[in-house]
């Protein structure tokens, strides 16, 4: 394959950062210039805490500011508070919580259909898009979708009908 | 007020949602007049990311104007036009005393792993993003940077993240004069990376990746060699035989949790999340450097654990140096590159949507559809 080489001399800014001392194979770190640092450092105010904060055991207490427009509810909240139970070390703590993200997409549907609100998945998952530029390989893939969930319902009857006349 | 709304993998929408409040003397309250669709808010779209709950507002790479602030907030005023970074920084800790303002103590309390991220799910915090009208930043004396007179917002976006973060992943690199970079990744981030690479000095940069139309925008942009790792084979032996046998001297990861090209790797990593992401183009990047080289990682990972051929990095004495990138630190330099030419950020935008169509805009970049770059988002209380 021909390869492509670029005369960089016509680069505009070309090595305008260029720095020498920027080479970490030889790790030497000069920190005489730098001001000094202290971890004793002035917190900054609290966040009122008014909802349930899980946070990391792996520190005190709960940072300065956090989110606080989604605590943890439901069963994918109880996953949670199990989850943070653990350090971010464990698989006890990532594991959990991956579970408890699934767990909150259903009680995400339930809480929609709930409030009288069907979920447009079709617009939901930019289906349009897909429609327009990616139309072959989209038809195709839905195609396989349904042929996939027709078969194996058919399966599933087929299975059903044997026993049933078998008895 | 519009916000977008995560309901599961890779189902979005645009829903009316409470307007943010002001929580803390530090806050301040933006509206937003330019949002991106970042590459890592696919590892989020896809479920990938650990405490992703539904109702989230994603979006780190926003800018807008200041409406509201709190009590102690000095170094900004309502209506001040500001550059959020990605970053959520208290500017105090043990952290930000070192410049390291991706790297916060005081600003995620969910996991000590990584500083608090806009819109990043709650293992980065728990803020909900700028994929809306309004948004809440914390800290607002810290990181909302006041966007100069005369930059256009389309740039000034770009400034919060895709800019600095190709540039960090060059910096963190160790480039010397002469050196032979390569990139993994033409996405925005591995195209900033390619283009940064020649401001310190590289004298080769190579990018790599399987999309035709980015490796031409990419081949045109920073300007560089770039190659489909589907057609020239072994990508690793490739690059030996381009460097003498000998490999780069510095590897940019651009990639991330989303790599293709390894059915192993996307098995483990990106269908069954049995390994924090795909992480083919850390595997490839650690064996194509060459001995006592470096390999730069700026692409996203899980918080879990990855397959990578950490014994060759020993062997081979590698360097391997990876961060969030530190946003404040590096936003004087790249604005000033911005502002003499040197950096054009604007042109990676190839897309703009109202936020209305968040969910196509997310299945367009993430299926890399009409040939998406960079896809932004227009709130519909901008005018112009």
Redesign the interface.
């Given at each position: 394959m021909q390869t492509q080489r670029i005369d960089y001399t016509q680069i505009n800014g070309w090595g305008v950062d260029a720095d020498p001392e920027n080479d970490p194979t030889y790790p030497m770190q000069h920190r005489e210039d730098a001001p000094p640092r202290d971890i004793f450092y002035d917190r900054p105010p609290q966040q009122p805490i008014t909802v349930e904060v899980l946070h990391s055991i792996e520190r005190p207490d709960v940072t300065a500011v956090f989110g606080a427009t989604l605590p943890p509810t439901g069963l994918s909240g109880v996953i949670r508070r199990f989850a943070f139970k653990y350090s971010e070390n464990e698989y006890k703590h990532w594991l959990p919580l991956i579970l408890a993200d699934r767990v909150d997409v259903v009680e995400g549907v339930l809480k929609d259909l709930a409030h009288g609100h069907v979920p447009n998945i079709f617009a939901e998952k930019g289906y349009a898009v897909e429609w327009k530029y990616n139309r072959t390989a989209f038809v195709t893939k839905m195609a396989t979708i349904v042929a996939v969930t027709v078969g194996t319902i058919l399966l599933l009857n087929s299975g059903k009908d044997k026993k049933s006349k078998r008895k | 007020m519009l916000a977008m709304e995560y309901?599961?993998?890779?189902?979005?929408?645009a829903v009316q949602k409470p307007m943010p409040e002001i929580?803390?003397?530090?806050?301040a309250i933006v509206r937003v007049t330019r949002s991106c669709i970042c590459g890592s808010d696919l590892h989020l779209y896809n479920?990938n990311v650990?405490?992703?709950?539904?109702?989230?507002t994603f979006g780190h790479e926003f800018v807008g104007e200041v409406v509201e602030i709190g009590p102690?907030v000095t170094n900004i005023k309502v209506g001040d036009n500001v550059i959020v970074p990605f970053n959520?920084s208290?500017g105090?800790?043990?952290f930000c005393?070192?410049g390291m303002f991706g790297n916060c103590?005081?600003?995620?309390?969910?996991?000590?792993?990584v500083g608090?991220i806009f819109g990043y799910s709650?293992?980065a915090?728990?803020?909900?993003g700028g994929q809306a009208e309004y948004a809440r930043v914390?800290?607002a004396n810290v990181g909302p940077t006041v966007i100069p007179p005369g930059m256009d917002l389309d740039d000034a976006v770009l400034l919060t993240d895709v800019v600095p973060t190709g540039y960090q992943a060059a910096?963190?690199a160790?480039?010397?004069?002469g050196d032979t970079v390569l990139v993994f990744g033409a996405g925005p981030v591995g195209i900033m990376a390619a283009r940064c690479a020649?401001?310190?000095?590289?004298?080769?940069?190579i990018v790599l990746d399987k999309e035709d139309y980015r490796l031409e925008f990419v081949?045109n942009y920073a300007?560089?060699?770039?190659?489909n790792f589907e057609?020239?084979g072994d990508p690793v032996l490739?690059i030996k035989k381009?460097t003498d046998w000998l490999g780069a001297d510095c590897v940019i990861d651009a990639v991330g949790a989303e790599a293709a090209g390894n059915v192993l790797q996307t098995i483990t990593g990106r269908k069954t999340?049995l390994q924090a992401g795909s992480a083919t183009a850390l595997h490839w990047a650690i064996n194509a450097v060459k001995k006592?080289?470096?390999v730069s990682i700026v692409g996203v990972y899980?918080?879990?654990d990855n397959l990578v051929p950490i014994g060759n990095a020993m062997n081979k004495?590698l360097?391997i140096?990876g961060n969030q990138t530190s946003v404040k630190r590096l936003l004087p330099?790249l604005i000033d590159?911005v502002q003499?030419?040197?950096?054009n950020p604007k042109a990676l935008i190839t897309h703009r949507l109202p936020m209305e169509e968040v969910?196509?805009?997310?299945?367009?970049f993430s299926?890399k559809?009409?040939n998406c770059i960079k896809p932004i988002l227009i709130p519909p209380t901008v005018t112009k």
């Open positions: - | 309901r599961g993998p890779k189902r979005v929408r929580k803390h003397p530090e806050d479920g650990p405490d992703t709950r539904v109702g989230s102690d959520v208290c105090r800790c043990y005393q070192q103590h005081q600003a995620n309390a969910m996991a000590t792993a608090g709650h293992t915090g728990g803020f909900d914390p800290y910096e963190m160790g480039i010397q004069k020649w401001l310190f000095g590289a004298g080769r940069v081949r300007p560089c060699e770039a190659y057609e020239i490739f381009q999340l006592g080289g470096v899980g918080p879990t004495g360097t140096r330099r590159h003499s030419g040197r950096l969910a196509d805009g997310y299945r367009l299926a559809l009409d």
